[in-house]
Nanobody, 123 residues
Framework: QVQMVESGGGLVQAGGSLRLSCAIS????????MAWFRQAPGKEREFVAA????????YYADSVKGRFSIARDNTKKSVYLQMNNLKPEDTAVYYC????????????????WGQGTQVTVSS
């Protein structure tokens, strides 16, 4: 059974920062890419960032490049999303995802998902 628990969401003013964390309980953690997605009300879930199995390769949506940073700690079985210079359009529920060995921005290719954490950015 794979369990994933996100934390770190909250309310922040535009221009501020937040750091999301996701802890995963899975023996095969190091076999998989880790990713963050987000979903705003009335919108489809969208890719935010992904990190390869050894943490050396990272991938970002154009909308967050230069502002967000993804990292993983395989010893702690965790993935992080540092979000800087937040904008109101970043408001969404953020989900961590895993379960694929290949980096992808396609949500349906990830087998396991966390419950989500709310990020709200006020203007």
């Amino acid at each position: 059974q794979v369990q994933m628990v996100e934390s770190g969401g909250g309310l922040v003013q535009a221009g501020g920062s937040l750091r999301l964390s996701c802890a995963i309980s899975a023996r095969t953690f190091t076999h998989w890419v880790m990713a963050w997605f987000r979903q705003a009300p009335g919108k489809e879930r969208e890719f935010v960032a992904a990190v390869g199995r050894n943490g050396n390769n990272t991938y970002y949506a154009d909308s967050v490049k230069g502002r967000f940073s993804i990292a993983r700690d395989n010893t702690k079985k965790s993935v992080y999303l540092q979000m800087n210079n937040l904008k109101p359009e970043d408001t969404a529920v953020y989900y961590c995802a895993t379960g694929t060995p290949t980096p992808t921005s396609v949500a349906r290719q990830y087998a396991y998902w966390g419950q989500g954490t709310q990020v709200t950015v006020s203007s």
